[in-house]
């Protein structure tokens, strides 16, 4: 496995703790039911 430089990869480090969009790696107020944000989650969870 190499280390990708994609945003959301970070979220395997359990030190990150940065509220972004899992999806686009936005910076955005998430939870833990919905990790992404707005419009990802419109986009996914349609
Ligand atoms: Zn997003």
Not at 11 to 22: A, L, Q, R, T
């Amino acid at each position: 496995m190499h280390d990708h430089a994609l945003p959301w990869a970070r979220f395997n480090n359990p030190g990150y703790k940065e509220k972004v969009c899992h999806k686009c790696g936005t910076k955005h107020t998430t939870t833990k039911t919905r990790p992404v944000c707005n419009d990802c989650y419109k986009t996914y969870y349609r």
